[in-house]
């Protein structure tokens, strides 16, 4: 039987390949045929504003003891502060409903063929399986497939009917670059106009069905909103099943299947989450047993939180959670940074694979080409990104010690060298060292990007630290005498400054929901303490132990006095800047005659907000934070 032979698409027309997955039964021959349509039908409209009230004016029209939360499904959810009484419903039944309901999805394109899409893994390449084509005239011809995919079709090949799926290694002809360049920008379009994307997982194995069951229970009990709060759900069973402090009534043999479930090569890949984050409908699927992917995130946003959770799933959890929560998806460096950690067959895939979820600007730029170098394909993206949004977010991602001995332009990152980051995902952590500055960026040749910002501080001195206990006595050796009389150049005290530095700012004084961070007065009198033997610095800092421990962590002094955390090798007379657009503190290395090399993001106590541009902070004013940056959500 001849091999298929692939026709070409028509580019102008945006055409794409679909399947009709025939009927079959388990054991039967694979059979399908391969088609082309158009991926949108008729013209694009406009999608409705919202009716309803914003989140905060919506607050206003309850009493205190409640609050308005939006959830990641965006329904609007009415949380109780001290009772579980959650409710999809105003307190007041006065309140029109349209005001607060989330109105129903209408559809605002059309397609010409339903269909659902495939997400999934391709698994290894050595094993295939072959399948069978029918033409169009109605000749049969063979088509190599990976076991995987094999495994997938078994599954969701109805007994009766046909069905309509776009299958990448299918509909993509994968020995066509060019092909594959032009694909690549409607992967946007196939997985948000498909029916529902199907996230296939796996023959069933070491308990998914359990597990997945058991995930979708757990789901009902809880509610999590874009801003990261979670309650129990109005008509949960659990009620208390939310809070981090009750644990689970789960077995062993449950643990167990959930953290094989989230083991599964599914969850390493790069080009899954835009996948399932575009689709308007997302089913999970392992062997024959299904879950709405809506119920397996929340169940993972929320589970992340329990103190109890054996140490390989928490880790797992904890480095997902940031890719699947929508703020995150829409930050580019942030997105990226995620990917860093993610398996992927061609390392441009680590761009291109996260395009769909980048405003629609951004791809534009780049134009995916699977022929060019790939320190290209990476330089492209950090130019797009600048020229976008007009800051230099982007910066924060590079790393000296990851490209010094390459041809590689310090100031674009290496995405395929996974990053220590001094800020987490966590939203309402991000600083505003230059203010809601543009940046002045302006691209000079294959290595160079001209910059304006402000030089800051000199490295006089740097260690490499691994404790609290290591900073405080670096710090001691570096200025002798009491760090509480030592005036600081970003005011306050060195020792507040030591503080500052170890926790990166994260205190409750400044993040009011974390009721988790230390307060500055605690701080200050545990810190005390331990000076003088009573306390331990590694005590009072255990919340920020583990990533002293796992991170690598320099501690910086300069000739001017400010005290700054490095997680790239640093050197003496390092300069620290504040760029124009950057939300970090940079360090440079001079290399002559103007130039510098990105050495990679620092934290400096006393120029985290604005005041190299704006001046110290009046005495007496503080500064809370913010939980969404609107400046850079491209």
Not at 57 to 66: F, M, S
Not at 271 to 297: F, H, K
Not at 307 to 328: C, D, H, K, Q
Not at 462 to 475: C, D, P, Q
Request: proline share 6%; with cysteine.
């Amino acid at each position: 039987m001849a091999r298929y032979q692939y026709s070409s698409l028509d580019t102008k027309a945006d055409e794409i390949r679909l399947i009709k997955l025939m009927p079959g039964l388990p054991g039967q021959k694979i059979t399908f045929k391969i088609f082309h349509t158009s991926v949108i039908h008729g013209p694009i409209a406009k999608p409705k504003p919202d009716p309803r009230m914003e989140v905060e004016e919506l607050e206003k029209t309850v009493t205190k003891e409640w609050i308005v939360k939006e959830t990641l499904e965006g329904r609007y959810l009415f949380l109780h502060l001290k009772e579980p009484k959650n409710t999809w419903d105003h307190p007041d039944p006065g309140v029109d409903p349209s005001l607060y309901c989330l109105p129903k999805n209408e559809e605002v394109v059309s397609t010409q063929q339903e269909y659902d899409a495939l997400s999934y893994v391709w698994g290894s390449t050595n094993e295939k399986i072959e399948v069978q084509i029918q033409t169009e005239s109605d000749r049969s011809c063979t088509l190599m497939i990976g076991a995987n995919l094999a495994d997938a079709l078994e599954h969701l090949r109805y007994p009766d009917k046909a069905r309509t799926i776009w299958i990448d290694a299918i509909c993509i002809n994968q020995d066509d670059i060019q092909e594959r360049n032009s694909q690549v920008p409607q992967m946007r379009s196939i997985y948000s106009l498909a029916k529902s994307v199907i996230v296939w997982l796996g023959p069933d194995a070491d308990g998914s069905g359990h597990a997945l069951h058991t995930l979708v229970y757990f789901a009902a009990q809880v509610e999590f909103s874009i801003d990261e709060t979670y309650g129990d759900a109005p008509k949960a069973q659990e009620k208390t099943w939310w809070d981090p402090r009750v644990p689970l009534p789960w077995n062993k043999e449950t643990w167990a299947s959930i953290t094989a479930l989230f083991q599964r090569q599914y969850f390493r890949r790069v080009w899954v989450l835009q996948e399932v984050m575009l689709a308007s409908n997302a089913i999970v699927q392992c062997g024959y047993d299904t879950a709405p992917w809506t119920s397996v995130r929340k169940a993972m946003l929320v589970l992340v939180e329990k103190p109890a959770l054996e140490p390989e799933l928490f880790e797992f959890l904890n480095r997902y959670r940031s890719g699947i929560l929508a703020e995150v998806a829409r930050n580019v460096p942030r997105i990226l940074l995620w990917a860093r950690s993610r398996q992927c067959t061609d390392p441009r895939d680590r761009v291109y694979g996260l395009l769909g979820l980048m405003c629609p600007s951004i791809p534009k730029l780049i134009g995916p080409n699977y022929d060019e170098p790939l320190c290209h394909t990476y330089r492209k993206m950090a130019l797009a990104h600048i020229q976008i949004t007009q800051r230099l977010s982007i910066l924060r991602c590079c790393e000296l010690d990851n490209n010094a001995n390459r041809n590689w332009p310090s100031w674009v990152p290496d995405w395929t060298v996974a990053q220590n980051s001094l800020f987490g995902f966590r939203k309402g952590h991000s600083r505003q060292p230059s203010g809601h500055t543009a940046s002045q960026a302006r691209y000079i040749d294959a290595n160079i990007l001209e910059v304006v910002g402000i030089e800051c501080a000199s490295l006089s001195a740097v260690r490499y630290v691994s404790s609290a206990t290591e900073m405080f006595g670096a710090l001691s050796s570096w200025t002798p005498g009491d760090l509480r009389l030592k005036s600081y150049p970003g005011g306050g005290s060195l020792f507040d400054a030591f503080w500052e530095a170890v926790t990166k700012g994260r205190v409750h004084d400044r993040y009011v929901r974390n009721t988790y961070y230390p307060t500055v007065a605690d701080l200050r009198i545990r810190c005390q303490a331990a000076v003088a033997g009573e306390d331990s610095f590694d005590k009072i800092f255990h919340l920020f132990k583990e990533e002293l421990d796992t991170e690598r962590t320099w501690l910086t002094l300069t000739y001017e006095g400010y005290l700054g955390v490095v997680m790239s090798e640093p050197q003496q007379d390092d300069r620290v800047f504040i760029l124009l657009g950057s939300d970090v503190p940079l360090l440079l290395r001079p290399t002559g005659e103007g130039k510098f090399l990105v050495v990679g993001q620092c934290f400096v106590p006393g120029l985290m907000d604005a005041e190299a541009i704006l001046g110290p902070l009046p005495q007496g004013w503080t500064i809370p934070s913010f939980e969404i940056d609107r400046i850079d959500r491209l």
